[in-house]
């Protein structure tokens, strides 16, 4: 070798980043992620095609995110139990969020929004 330094790149998907966003909201008790209305065209048209190709992909619908350099912005809808707090429920499911996708994926949250879409009684 003359001294050649390699450089190694690791790429997380989008959708990687989006199932362990779902994942680590549905672990807050009394959590179901769930799109809201904007995003139900979009995922039907996903499903389908999947479907099409034969693909059984986790679940990411009800997550949305954008990078911002290095981080990732993500955006959760949640439908939560009408047992607790709705500020509370959504302050934890960032917690867990911007806790498990970086240990995950390796990928920074720059944010995390949750928008409470229903409650379910």
Known sequence: MTGVL???ETVVA???VAAVAVHAAERVPGVHVQPGVAALVSSVVRSAR???KGL?????EGVRLRYAGAAVLLEVDVVISGDDQAAAVARAVQR???AAVPELTGV???S???TVVDVAC
């Open 6 to 8: 390699e450089t190694l």
């Open 14 to 16: 989008a959708p990687v």
């Open 50 to 52: 999947q479907h099409v």
């Open 56 to 60: 059984n992909p986790a679940p990411v």
């Open 96 to 98: 867990s969020v911007r």
């Open 108 to 110: 920074e949250v720059g």
């Open 112 to 114: 995390v929004l949750v």
